[in-house]
């Protein structure tokens, strides 16, 4: 228990200690997010369809643009003091924008799986109780895709690993992950139930919607993010070193940053008695010894 309440003093402090660099990527998401999503809106009212698949058309094209907010929030998540919030949200952008859309479409149309069919069970359970058995399945399916939901953004940033591996490994996460993805659900649930208490707050229609809709805009993404990397990166970043999933070619998330700045292995066990295949964390990548040996080696012949 007390170790619980150490996590949560953690977190808090990690989350008003690093605020104004969520509130940076926040802006750097909602900008072309505000654009997409004010567009669709327009389409779908002004054709007069008001059609559902066209309203959450804004969860594949605004999610390119959420690499960016991944990786800024992860490292901050870790602790990272110094974490280049402008570079590192376009260099994430530049080398996940392809995957993300993917992704998007992906949980577009398991979001309209789950949503139709729990809306279909629940009807047809009110006239026979047999179809609360399906619901129940369907409810389980849509608790698994949001868990493996928490995992696949910062995996695919932070792993140069397959689609399909990044979703099976996710998927397994679901499920050996309990407790990390049960704090993850209790912190966005209270994040989302301040949002509501805000918003029945307020009296006035208008003021209450610019209200949250400002808070959205500033804070909710990164927010979000920032407690699924607290809770969740961690243990990923162990399971995907302890199966050696992790393929030769690592992501580069700042190479701004390391052109610029030599990087410092002092903190590393490079023994060369040790493991060749180890993986070890650096520089928010999971490498092998061997790997970073040759990188320190290589660096000290070019100063």
Known sequence: MEKTKLGFVRFFNGYFKSFHKLLAVNLLFSLPSAAII??????????GLNNGFIAFLPIILCFPFLPGVVVVTRNLARGDESVPVLSLFFSALRENFLRFFVHGVVFYLAYFFCYSSIALYWNLGENNAFFYIPLGIVIMIAIAALFTAYNVPTMTVTFDLGMGTIYKNSFLMSFGEIKNNFFSTVGLALTFLVIATIYLAIPELLIRNIVVISIIALVVPATVFFIINFYCFKDM????AENGAVSAGIKAENEKQEEEEPLDFSTLDLDENKDDDEYLFFNGKMMKRKTLREMAKQQAENK
Request: hydrophobic share 65%; charged share 0%.
């Open 38 to 47: 004010t567009l669709v809106i327009l389409i779908n009212t002004l054709s």
């Open 237 to 240: 970043a162990n399971m995907i």
